[in-house]
Structure formats: C-alpha cells, structure tokens
C-alpha cells in the first residue's frame, strides 16, 4: 500500500469513528430551538399528524417540511416508502440550503437510489452541504474526490477535506468533553 494510501485509510478510520460518537458542532453552540409543531409529530411517531401537517406546508415551499417529508418517504413512516418521492422532496428542500437534504440527495445520486446514478450530481450536492460546513458532505466529497466518482481523482483535495473534517470532528469532540466554568 501507497504511503498516501496508508494516510487515507488512517484518517478515513478516524473519522468513520467520530462520526459515530460526535455531535454535530454547530448545534451544541447554542440553545436548541422549540421543535416546530410537525417536527414534534414526527419525532413522538406521530406520521399520520406530521404527514397532515407537513404536506401543506411543503406545498407551500416551507423547507423544514420538504425535508421532513424526504425522510417520511425514505423511511416509510406514515406513507409507503418511495425514494423517487423521497428525492423529490430533498431535491425541493436541497434547492433551499436544507444540508440533510443535500447530503441525502448526494447519497441517492451517489447510489442510484430514487434517481439516476450520477456522480456528477452527488459531487454537485456534497460539495453544497460541504460549503456549508457540513462534515458528512465534505466527507462524501472527499471521497468522490479519492475514487474520481464525478470529477478528476484528485488525492491532495481529497486529503485536504479528509483533514477539515478529523479537525472539526477533533473539535466538537473537544467542546463536548471539556468542562466549562
């Protein structure tokens, strides 16, 4: 194995590993917000009133409830599963700076899962949610970026997201387990 090979595999282990265990930073900065009412509904498992209430609103173009309704049609909760229907939602929420919604869309192009396999589109989607700061987007970049998925290989931009990602992963993980007076 290349010694870049062997510095991928070792920062790829580390990060599939705070992955696992790290929050995401951005929402241990500050007071989490109330839930909004469709939210609630759905995290008590209540589909049928999330479905009732989301639908209209993501009608309407409310974000939250386009991305509510993708995972509700990923998931199959409260309506059949239905990835293309997923897509459709994240896609409409992605196009608003939702950055679940554009990593999942990412993965689905990525994939071929709801949509058309096309790497183009899933580097299109990560490197969205990765310019927000998104750590699984710019891992999934990185990764696209390793493998040549969608654009030219390229290792030296794949190692420089490889490394963002251990930093702030290094770095939540800190504010996490570190007292504060």
């Known amino acids: ?86 897509a459709a939602w994240y896609e409409k929420a992605a196009a608003q700076g939702v950055v679940a919604s554009q ?13 058309a396999q096309d790497y183009a589109k899933a580097a299109f989607w990560f490197r969205k949610a990765a310019d927000q700061g998104a750590g699984q987007g710019m891992y999934n970049l990185a990764s696209l970026y390793e493998n040549g998925q969608g654009m030219p290989r390229d290792y030296k931009k794949a190692a420089a997201l490889y490394r963002q990602v251990a930093a702030s992963l290094l770095d939540a993980w800190y504010r996490e387990n570190t007292p504060h007076p």
């Not at 790290?22 to 917000?33: I, K, L, R």
């Not at 049928?48 to 173009?61: D, M, N, T, V």
């Not at 869309?105 to 994939?111: A, F, N, T």
């Open 1 to 86: 194995m290349k010694p870049d090979r062997i510095a991928f595999a070792a920062i790829v282990v580390l990060i599939c590993a705070a992955l696992q265990s790290a929050s995401c930073a951005a929402a241990e900065t500050s007071a989490p917000a109330a839930p909004s009412p469709v939210a609630a509904a759905y995290h008590r498992a209540d589909f049928k009133e999330a479905l009732r209430l989301a639908r209209p609103l993501a009608e309407q173009g409310d974000a939250e409830a386009e991305h509510l309704l993708g995972l509700m049609y990923a998931s199959g909760d409260g309506v059949d599963k239905d990835l293309a229907q997923s």
């Open 103 to 115: 990593n999942n869309l990412g993965l689905y192009y990525l994939h071929g899962e709801g949509v």
